[in-house]
């Protein structure tokens, strides 16, 4: 299945466990005329000297609110669940700062599995410091594998404070430009390709049942049992769509359609493929407002 961002493993793993999109972050430093607003916001999640957690077996000295420092608490408080204040030292902080506490919560689902993920302990063993840039390398998860592997991590200081670079520059005045609504509207986005993937699958099974039946279609509990549809095509908790399959009388025409859980958060558009085995059908979609189709 896809994940949130980007089609990704879960909601943010390649933002924050992808070497590749690490290592390829060119953000340039802040400048210095910064408002005296966002200085004072940023001094306030200066880095805690000695963390509950520190999460970390270094191999290198770590000097307090140094690069490596701010690498070494960013995962102490993913691993603690402390979503606001990991988020807050990296650069997508403009779309978590304005989150109220309830709406914070709602992503919760979509950020626990990278808490899971990360490390009881993350050995940091190099940093290179060059004026407001910064690298650290460490040994994380692999997005793809998930075996521990030598990774690198780009920082910059920003009016005094290390940020962790986990999005590249279009993607950060993305951030920059949608503000608190970014998750949201990438939640969205993803979602719809997971729904479009989902469909597809659908289709795929069906041809299959349907070379093996005679030419018959199935419901979503036959496909299900046969293991032409994975279980969660019966809930939304993946993908924030619900599913349905509906068959003709005669099983020779089916339509399967996929509408948001909760239309405006988990996705906006409706989508919907038919066959009957005589021609060939295209996935269609459009804004329905959340109501289902029907046959």
């Given at each position: 299945?896809?994940?949130?961002?980007?089609?990704?493993?879960?909601?943010?793993?390649?933002?924050?466990?992808?070497?590749?999109?690490?290592?390829?972050?060119?953000?340039?430093?802040?400048?210095?005329?910064?408002?005296?607003?966002?200085?004072?916001?940023?001094?306030?999640?200066?880095?805690?000297?000695?963390?509950?957690?520190?999460?970390?077996?270094?191999?290198?000295?770590?000097?307090?609110?140094?690069?490596?420092?701010?690498?070494?608490?960013?995962?102490?408080?993913?691993?603690?669940?402390?979503?606001?204040?990991?988020?807050?030292l990296t650069n997508l902080r403009p779309a978590i700062e304005?989150?109220?506490?309830?709406?914070?919560?709602?992503?919760?689902?979509?950020?626990?599995?990278?808490?899971?993920?990360?490390?009881?302990?993350?050995?940091?063993?190099?940093?290179?410091?060059?004026?407001?840039?910064?690298?650290?390398?460490?040994?994380?998860?692999?997005?793809?594998?998930?075996?521990?592997?030598?990774?690198?991590?780009?920082?910059?200081?920003?009016?005094?404070?290390?940020?962790?670079?986990?999005?590249?520059?279009?993607?950060?005045?993305?951030?920059?430009?949608?503000?608190?609504?970014?998750?949201?509207?990438l939640r969205i986005k993803t979602h719809h390709e997971e729904?479009?993937?989902?469909?597809?699958?659908?289709?795929?099974?069906?041809?299959?049942?349907?070379?093996?039946?005679?030419?018959?279609?199935?419901?979503?509990?036959?496909?299900?049992?046969?293991?032409?549809?994975?279980?969660?095509?019966?809930?939304?908790?993946?993908?924030?769509?619900?599913?349905?399959?509906?068959?003709?009388?005669?099983?020779?025409?089916?339509?399967?359609?996929?509408?948001?859980?909760?239309?405006?958060?988990?996705?906006?558009?409706?989508?919907?493929?038919?066959?009957?085995?005589?021609?060939?059908?295209?996935?269609?979609?459009?804004?329905?407002?959340?109501?289902?189709?029907?046959?």
């Open positions: 299945m896809f994940s949130l961002f980007f089609q990704i493993k879960n909601f943010l793993s390649v933002l924050i466990f992808s070497a590749a999109l690490l290592s390829g972050c060119t953000a340039e430093a802040a400048k210095e005329n910064s408002a005296t607003k966002r200085k004072s916001e940023f001094s306030k999640t200066s880095i805690p000297t000695e963390p509950k957690n520190p999460g970390s077996k270094s191999t290198i000295k770590i000097e307090s609110n140094s690069p490596a420092d701010t690498v070494r608490v960013f995962y102490a408080h993913l691993r603690e669940r402390k979503f606001r204040e990991a988020m807050f304005g989150l109220t506490d309830a709406e914070l919560k709602e992503l919760h689902v979509d950020f626990e599995p990278l808490a899971a993920q990360v490390p009881p302990d993350i050995e940091i063993n190099g940093e290179i410091i060059s004026k407001d840039k910064a690298t650290v390398t460490a040994k994380l998860p692999d997005n793809d594998t998930d075996e521990i592997k030598l990774q690198e991590i780009k920082l910059r200081r920003e009016n005094g404070v290390w940020v962790i670079l986990t999005v590249d520059e279009q993607a950060e005045a993305d951030v920059k430009k949608e503000g608190k609504n970014y998750f949201t509207a729904a479009k993937a989902m469909l597809e699958r659908v289709n795929k099974a069906q041809m299959v049942y349907a070379t093996q039946n005679g030419g018959l279609y199935a419901d979503a509990s036959t496909l299900i049992d046969k293991g032409f549809l994975p279980k969660d095509f019966l809930t939304a908790e993946t993908t924030g769509y619900n599913y349905q399959i509906q068959i003709s009388p005669d099983r020779k025409k089916y339509l399967a359609a996929a509408t948001p859980a909760v239309y405006g958060k988990t996705g906006k558009l409706s989508f919907w493929f038919e066959a009957d085995g005589s021609k060939t059908s295209t996935l269609k979609n459009k804004d329905g407002k959340g109501q289902a189709l029907k046959m």
